[in-house]
């Protein structure tokens, strides 16, 4: 049986035995779980099952934990610099520079009028065209001069 994860993709799985592994597996949010017929199984569990109810609210009690956890991380990791410190001596080390977009944006609007200024100055200097080449073209018509005189 295939079934749809989150991305797309299709897994080759039976998909989870209860509810619970599915909260294990797909998270407490019932929105983001891709089965229809399991969140509305969840739903009516949620109501009726005192040990799914309590089993989804110590997930939901740990997936909060975790993301205080992560954010007072991510504070810690930015009060420290280290992330500047590692992209400083990467840099140092592979001899790359960094890119300021700033400055190329400006030299690309320095081509930009440069160029203009060249391509008008070009134009004044090369005299226009007084009179545009003549082309003739002859074109015999099968319906004048006839099928059998045109040898067809």
């Known amino acids: 049986m295939s079934?749809?994860?989150g991305e797309g993709r299709f897994e080759l799985a039976s998909g989870p035995a209860s509810l619970q592994e599915a909260v294990d597996r797909w998270g407490p949010d019932l929105n983001l779980w891709p089965d229809l017929m399991l969140v509305r199984r969840a739903r009516e569990a949620l109501l009726a099952d005192r040990n799914f109810r309590g089993h989804r609210d110590r997930a939901v009690a740990e997936a909060a934990r975790l993301s205080r956890a992560a954010t007072s991380l991510d504070k810690r990791i930015a009060d420290s610099g280290s992330v500047e410190r590692i992209t400083r001596k990467l840099l140092?080390?592979?001899g790359s520079k960094v890119v300021h977009w700033r400055r190329r944006i400006a030299a690309l609007a320095a081509v930009m009028m440069l160029?203009?200024?060249?391509?008008s100055a070009f134009a004044e200097m090369v005299p226009a065209q007084i009179e545009a080449p003549r082309v003739d073209v002859v074109q015999l018509d099968t319906l004048v001069f006839?099928?059998?005189?045109?040898d067809f």
């Open 92 to 94: 140092e080390a592979t």
């Open 115 to 119: 160029s203009a200024a060249l391509g």
């Open 146 to 150: 006839g099928p059998s005189e045109a």
């Open 3 to 5: 079934k749809t994860s």
